[in-house]
């Protein structure tokens, strides 16, 4: 019977070793260079066997349980009731007991496990976003991250946790760039790798999510974006594949967006041939929710239709079933399609280590890793005399804004997650409907204004909203100093119009600033802002959505109980006309489109990604000539760096990095490609976190990855012979000599 009736490391790139003796230096320690059980490819090939003996024991009809599934929510004002064995959350597929294989139990999502309309009653680990996780440049801290939220889906009774956003952030006003990694393809394959490694290795499986080149939120179940190939795969497809080969997902959640004409998730191009083909990918491709077109999405290479009440029809039940029956190379196809999902359910564990809901959490270790993570992913972006950590001799501090008293900003969507006791603080920013809490502004527990008044018991410690500026500003004049807190929410479905603060923070600032200097700005944004109030105050920290730990993380940064060492993952514009695209492409012909209403499929958008190509974020501005307001890899600290020494093949660096000031301290190795043939050509192509006592140096080894050296020729890779240029760089702007090396020509395929 048809289910209609339910409807509703091996991290490559770089390591840090001991390189040899030098006198006086100390050696850096060997980084993670691969995870403790971490999947291999092999482990997906040998997985694959044993899934294809399940499918041979598969009723015709069993054949379309793993296909479809649905979203276990009240979406509907008629929606049934959730099947049996379903637990409230993003997504639910029954398995066939008979054969051994569990029902699948989805949830997002890459912060913890989310908060769905609070409809399980329950709490959760709330994370930093995944923008902090790329700030922090740390692959071992992905990988605790994602395996502390694995932990928690897998006590919750959840078996796929719907993580691993790694889509480049070609734009900073995309509405998810928060839930993204960075501008860049091997930072961002790095560490959404690691971070995937960490939720498997609970036995369960994570997904990478949004394949592909899922750029911008506006009009984001229509846009038809634009790129070569080449292009394609020397940016956000490096990006996925890296992933991919370091965190092995069970399965890859496809996109809304078009491609090139073909839908994301209906892409012959993206799923048959990059992904299954020339990657060899052995698990199975899930559709995003509400973005498949119809049944020849599983000829293109879509495995499985997700939510399927989203689309408007289920075409993974029946339909294909019927179809299969009528074409022995379609029954094939539907065999593949069950043996894909078996693949990554037997390879990560799913099928031997059953979830059960109800497990125990220990939420105090996972509150540290929160804690952890948040700390790593503060960027001190301005510390004018050393104005931070905070002057014990202040004894009147004014805090303003950002709802600093109730909690701190976390991101909406699907991604939004409760941390203990639920939100302190929830403001509707859009009527949709049943999805409302999508697009509701909420605020973690733990307010900043507590915890810097914690910090500081015999000063005077005062707080306006920061509503109106004018009694801000009047009483700012009259205190020592002033903490401002300032917020972009950001949120899945809505991107942001420009780079400015809203709801006149902008103003709200400078107005301050001008009242009084001894002003420090405190960030909670998603992507970059333009910050035209910038030489007015004295210091600035970029926190992001610093999770349930954020109050702590950021009131610790401020009075230097840590040393802030996250860098920038993202390019700060100076103004949106250093963008590739001066306006987002649709934002005054669309409004935002509600979750789960359906979409008008004549629509048209289209976003010419061809215009940038490659070159996203530091990588255009180097092309074009522009100076950022503050470049990738950019971030202050309470000690000063210096790296030097620069020795390079082409295929490794060594250098050597010393802390130059009083205080320990840890800073970013970065190693980039500046040129070839003299040329300006500017990548990334290794990085590593050093953490240094004060005087003290180390050796630093990276080996790079052949494929940011290279070009994309149509069949694999081709690094041309030529003169390449390195050089270490304090960001991307900020680099030091160029070191030139003559390579062979080479060419490979993947
Ligand atoms: C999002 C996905 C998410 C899914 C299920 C979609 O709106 O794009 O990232 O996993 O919903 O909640």
Not at 46 to 62: D, H, L, S, T
Not at 103 to 124: C, F, H, K, M
Not at 315 to 337: E, G, H, I, V
Request: net charge negative; glycine share 12%; with cysteine.
């Amino acid at each position: 019977m048809a289910r209609r009736d339910v409807l509703s490391i091996a991290l490559t790139g770089t390591v840090l070793i001991g390189a040899g003796s030098l006198p006086g230096t100390a050696h850096a320690q060997t980084s993670a260079s691969s995870h403790a059980g971490a999947l291999t490819h092999e482990d997906m090939l040998a997985a694959r066997q044993r899934a294809e003996a399940i499918v041979a024991q598969m009723e015709p009809q069993e054949k379309t349980y793993l296909t479809w599934g649905v979203m276990p929510l009240p979406i509907r004002p008629n929606s049934p009731p959730p099947p049996e064995g379903a637990i409230p959350a993003a997504g639910f597929v029954p398995g066939i007991a008979r054969l051994g294989i569990p029902n699948l139990t989805e949830t997002d999502g890459p912060a913890g496990i989310s908060y769905v309309q609070g409809l399980r009653g329950d709490y959760a680990t709330a994370m930093p976003s995944g923008i902090a996780l790329g700030a922090s440049f740390d692959r071992d801290l992905a990988y605790e991250q994602g395996r502390t939220i694995g932990q928690e889906a897998r006590a919750k009774g959840f078996n796929v946790l719907l993580a691993g956003g790694a889509n480049l952030a070609r734009d900073p006003r995309n509405g998810r760039t928060f839930e993204y990694i960075a501008e860049d393809p091997l930072l961002t394959g790095q560490v959404i790798g690691a971070n995937i490694a960490g939720v498997q290795s609970n036995h369960i499986v994570s997904t990478i999510k949004h394949f592909a080149l899922n750029g911008q939120e506006t009009g984001r179940r229509f846009v038809d974006v634009k790129i070569s190939d080449k292009a394609a795969r020397e940016s956000d497809l490096l990006a996925f594949q890296i992933g991919i080969e370091i965190g092995q997902p069970g399965s890859v959640m496809c996109a809304y967006n078009k491609v090139n004409t073909e839908r994301g998730c209906a892409s012959e191009y993206l799923l048959n041939k990059v992904l299954k083909t020339d990657w060899n990918y052995q698990g199975w491709v899930m559709s995003d929710w509400g973005a498949v077109p119809g049944l020849y999405a599983a000829w293109n290479g879509l495995d499985q239709q997700s939510g399927a009440g989203l689309d408007p029809d289920v075409f993974f039940d029946d339909t294909l079933l019927d179809a299969a029956k009528a074409d022995p190379a379609r029954m094939d196809r539907l065999d593949d399609m069950n043996a894909r999902v078996l693949t990554g359910l037997a390879a990560t564990g799913v099928l031997d280590h059953p979830v059960k809901p109800g497990g125990a959490i220990d939420w105090k270790a996972h509150a540290d890793v929160a804690l952890r993570s948040a700390q790593a992913g503060i960027v001190l972006l301005k510390n004018a005399g050393d104005i931070l950590p905070l002057a014990s001799d202040a004894k009147s501090i004014l805090v303003v804004g950002g709802n600093a008293d109730f909690g701190v900003l976390s991101g909406g969507g699907s991604s939004q997650v409760h941390g203990e006791g639920g939100p302190a603080f929830m403001r509707p920013l859009m009527n949709s409907g049943a999805f409302a809490s999508m697009t509701t502004e909420q605020y973690q527990r733990g307010a900043p204004l507590e915890a810097i008044r914690k910090r500081k018991p015999g000063a005077v410690v005062r707080y306006r909203p920061g509503r109106y500026a004018s009694d801000a500003a009047a009483l700012a004049a009259q205190m020592d100093m002033v903490i401002v807190f300032a917020n972009q929410w950001m949120a899945e479905g809505i991107d942001v119009s420009d780079l400015g603060l809203p709801e006149g923070q902008d103003a709200m600032i400078a107005a301050i600033a001008k009242a009084n200097p001894r002003t420090v700005v405190v960030l909670q944004t998603g992507g970059a802002i333009d910050m035209p109030w910038l030489d007015d105050v004295a210091a600035v920290i970029e926190a992001w959505y610093p999770g349930q730990e954020g109050d702590e993380a950021i009131a610790g940064a401020l009075f230097g109980e840590f040393n802030p060492s996250g860098r920038l993952p993202i390019t700060f514009p100076r103004t949106t006309a250093q963008l590739p695209r001066e306006d987002v492409p649709g934002m005054i012909a669309f409004d935002p489109i509600a979750f789960g209403s359906t979409v008008d499929p004549s629509l048209k958008l289209e976003t010419d990604y061809n215009i940038e190509g490659a070159e996203i974020g530091y990588r255009w501005n180097a092309k074009e000539g522009h100076k950022a307001l503050f470049p990738f890899g950019y971030g202050l600290s309470y000690t000063t760096f210096r790296s030097d020494g620069l020795k390079t093949d082409g295929k490794t660096a060594r250098f050597s990095v010393t802390n130059t000031g009083a205080r320990a301290g840890r800073t970013l190795g970065q190693v980039y490609l500046v040129s070839r043939d003299g040329k300006p050509n500017q990548r990334l192509v290794g990085f590593e976190r050093v953490t240094l006592l004060p005087g003290e140096t180390k050796r630093v080894q990276v080996s790079f990855d052949p494929r940011l050296l290279a070009e994309w020729n149509g069949a694999g890779w081709t690094i041309p012979a030529g003169t390449y240029g390195f050089a270490l760089g304090e960001n991307a702007e900020d680099l030091g000599a160029t070191v030139t090396v003559r390579l062979k020509a080479r060419s490979w395929r993947d």
